[in-house]
């Protein structure tokens, strides 16, 4: 048994994720897209399974108790590409531990 199995039957806790892609590198800014994933497996959320996003910003996540432990890295734009679509950069990942 790894550390971690060990860990969660002692203290019964799972880790519930959160992902919010924010509109720019600021926390308040608004979601424009989101993945949720439950270590508790009491709930079984897919991609594409709600049409509204868990919270309007990354703040409100956190306001609710979401821990904040990742945020996007800020690279500038090659030159000459500024304007390009690709993925959605500003990603943040909240965790909270139910």
Do not use: C, I
């Amino acid at each position: 048994m790894t550390a971690t199995a060990e860990t969660s039957q002692v203290t019964g806790l799972r880790q519930q994720v959160l992902v919010l892609y924010l509109a720019s590198s600021a926390l308040d800014a608004r979601v424009v897209g989101w993945s949720t994933y439950d270590g508790t497996g009491e709930t079984h959320p897919t991609t594409g399974d709600s049409d509204e996003p868990p919270y309007k910003t990354g703040l409100d996540a956190l306001k609710d108790g979401w821990r904040l432990f990742q945020a996007a890295q800020l690279n500038p734009p090659y030159p000459g590409h500024e304007y390009d679509v690709s993925f959605l950069k500003h990603e943040f990942f909240f965790e909270k531990l139910v």
